[in-house]
Structures are given as C-alpha cells and as structure tokens.
C-alpha cells in the first residue's frame, strides 16, 4: 500500500502545514493543481483557507471541478478540510447565489452565538454518525478557526459536533468521502493522529 496522499493546490489552502502533518505521519505528500495526477491518486485532500467565493472561483478558474467530483464518486478516500469540507456543500451565506460542488445537500451558515466571531482555538469533539477517521477522537480538543459551519440535510453524515454556544458542526462523512470543520494539522498530537488514520484507511 503507498503512503503517498495528494493534496489539492488551487491557489488557497495551508498547503505547507497540511504538507507537513502528512510527512510527520509517515505519509508522502503530493501538492499538485494537475488535474491527471489528481485523477490517478490514491488519497486526496482538499484544504481551504479564506472565502467560500473566492475558492469556488479559483476551483473553477483552474479547471478542476470535474475532476474532483469524479474524485469525489470513485471511492477513493477523500478529505475536505475547513473550507475544503465547506465546498462540499451546495453554497454559504458567505457567498450568496454562488453554487458549491454540490456533493452533500445542505448549505453553510453563518454562526449564530454570543459567543465571539470567528470561532477561534480549541474545542472539545462530541461524536456523532460513525467515521473511520474519528474512532479515538471522543473528548478530544482540536482546533476551529471559522465564522460558518455545515447545516447538512442529512442530519446522519454529521460524524462530530462541538458546543461553541450552540451546536456547530465539526465533522461530516459519507462513504469514502470525509470532512473537517477544524484544522488537524494544527490540532496537535490528536490531529495527526487522525491525519495517521486518513493515511491508513482503506475504504
């Protein structure tokens, strides 16, 4: 079995500390906006940094949307995270009238707390729906840094949540294709130990 994950690089996204996380789980990072080595890969990521719009736009622009949606139906294991799980969905009251790909049904909305926006720093995982890449990640902190959260219409591929003054999404999954609201490549040992499961996971 190889090591090698592919991350997607469309021009936004925490490329080097995703990179990063992946060598120091033993896995081989591959960061690349080609769209045949990203049709030919075992494992992809989508990280997200920055703005539902300007990500959607970039997606476009670089050509890569069907290729990821391809991705996305094969069955290969395939991680949005942050804004890269964000695009899964149809769209964002972020970016009003901008469709996202679309794979899960629901929309991104803003948070509703009296808590401080951007929901930003540590917070504690409440498991939801089962997901190969959260088995040990009960009670577990990891780290948030959004303004807008997943509302799926599916309630059941919501695989974690946290309490950030109401109930915010951190994780949803379906099949082979898995998504973080958090950063686990800043989230510490817990994240990449969930990185290490992404890299070993074999749907």
């Given at each position: 079995?190889s090591?090698?994950?592919?991350?997607?690089?469309?021009?936004?996204g925490?490329?080097y500390?995703?990179c990063?996380?992946?060598?120091?789980?033993?896995?081989?990072?591959?960061?690349?906006?080609?769209?045949?080595?990203?049709?030919a890969?075992e494992?992809?990521?989508?990280?997200?940094?920055?703005?539902?719009?300007d990500?959607?736009?970039?997606?476009e622009k670089?050509?890569?949307?069907?290729?990821?949606?391809?991705?996305?139906?094969?069955?290969k294991?395939?991680?949005?995270?942050?804004?890269?799980m964000?695009?899964?969905?149809?769209?964002?009251?972020?970016?009003?009238?901008?469709?996202?790909?679309?794979?899960?049904?629901?929309?991104?909305k803003y948070?509703t707390?009296?808590y401080?926006i951007?929901?930003?720093?540590?917070?504690?995982?409440?498991?939801?729906?089962?997901?190969p890449?959260?088995q040990?990640a009960?009670?577990q902190?990891?780290?948030?840094?959004?303004s807008?959260?997943?509302?799926?219409?599916?309630?059941?591929?919501?695989?974690?949540?946290?309490?950030?003054?109401?109930e915010v999404?951190?994780?949803?999954?379906?099949?082979n294709?898995?998504?973080?609201?958090?950063?686990?490549?800043?989230?510490?040992?817990v994240?990449?130990?969930?990185?290490?499961?992404?890299?070993?996971?074999?749907?």
């Amino acid at each position: 079995m190889s090591n090698k994950i592919t991350i997607i690089d469309y021009g936004m996204g925490n490329l080097y500390s995703v990179c990063n996380a992946i060598k120091a789980v033993g896995g081989e990072p591959v960061v690349t906006g080609d769209k045949n080595v990203i049709a030919a890969a075992e494992k992809i990521i989508l990280p997200g940094v920055g703005a539902f719009g300007d990500c959607m736009a970039n997606l476009e622009k670089s050509g890569l949307i069907p290729t990821i949606m391809e991705a996305l139906n094969s069955g290969k294991p395939f991680l949005g995270i942050c804004l890269g799980m964000q695009v899964l969905f149809e769209g964002s009251d972020e970016a009003p009238g901008v469709q996202g790909l679309g794979f899960f049904q629901g929309q991104v909305k803003y948070l509703t707390t009296d808590y401080k926006i951007p929901h930003m720093g540590w917070n504690k995982l409440r498991l939801g729906a089962s997901s190969p890449l959260l088995q040990e990640a009960e009670g577990q902190y990891v780290y948030f840094v959004h303004s807008f959260h997943c509302v799926p219409e599916d309630k059941g591929i919501i695989t974690a949540t946290c309490d950030y003054g109401m109930e915010v999404t951190a994780s949803v999954g379906r099949g082979n294709v898995q998504g973080f609201q958090f950063h686990p490549e800043k989230s510490s040992t817990v994240g990449l130990g969930l990185l290490r499961a992404f890299k070993e996971w074999q749907p």
